[in-house]
């Protein structure tokens, strides 16, 4: 069973289309979280949520909205894309409160806007 | 804010050899985790070790070890016995126990070729 699943692993659109990437984590974390891995690699926090609170929003522009129906999923939806959009997309979970801090990843979505 | 600085952008070891890479940062807070993840070709981010400010002892995983310098806020991993599986990037990560801040503070990476 994986463990932080993300859906899909690839997504190729056009400019100005909306798209969504959906993430479940069967771990029973309380903290899920959106990075974006640019085309250097460089991984930076986009969105942090607990327990389907927004905790962390890293001047993150508005077309990005993150929506977690509850603590286990928290998806991501891109409003107008961009061509700047275009990267790698990983959501992780970790247990704010647990001994283990480490975060758990997903494989990642490729997101290539055209 | 915190920062991670990895200042080796690539590396490359001989199968079998010991390598390092080097990772520092820098924070104002006493208490807080250090990580080092592998990302190999197949983009999974895998975590290879964990640290955490308060335990003087460095960690240790098989072939992985740390050596964490609090005071100098240095925090390098070792690969021992390098293996040809060991060639992916490294990233360093920083993560701050304070509740609300919980986020990983990444290095640059550094890319790890092992040759045979």
């Known amino acids: 069973d994986t463990a932080v699943s993300q859906t899909p692993k690839y997504l190729v659109t056009q400019m100005g289309n909306d798209k969504s990437i959906k993430c479940e984590q069967n771990l029973g974390h309380d903290t899920m979280y959106w990075y974006k891995q640019d085309s250097k690699k460089f991984l930076k926090i986009m969105f942090s949520y607990n327990n389907k609170e927004l905790i962390i929003n890293e001047t993150v522009p508005n077309r990005f909205s993150p929506k977690s129906p509850d603590k286990a999923h928290l998806n991501l939806h891109i409003n107008s894309l961009e061509l700047g959009d275009s990267a790698v997309y990983f959501c992780?979970?970790?247990?704010?409160?647990?001994?283990?801090?480490?975060?758990?990843f997903g494989q990642g979505t490729r997101l290539t806007v055209v | 804010a915190q920062t991670v600085t990895q200042s080796q952008p690539e590396m490359s070891v001989q199968e079998a050899e010991t390598v390092t890479l080097s990772c520092t940062y820098d924070t104002s807070e006493s208490d807080y985790y250090l990580f080092w993840y592998k990302q190999p070709p197949s983009r999974q981010m895998i975590l290879v070790i964990r640290?955490?400010?308060?335990?003087?002892q460095n960690a240790t995983e098989n072939r992985f070890s740390v050596n964490f310098q609090k005071a100098a806020k240095s925090f390098s991993l070792k690969i021992s016995d390098s293996q040809l599986g060991d060639a992916a990037m490294y990233f360093c990560a920083y993560r701050s126990s304070q509740g609300g801040s919980e986020k990983l503070v990444f290095g640059k990476g550094t890319k790890l070729t092992v040759n045979p």
């Open positions: 992780a979970s970790s247990d704010r409160g647990g001994m283990n801090t480490e975060a758990f």
């Open positions: 640290q955490e400010a308060y335990k003087q």
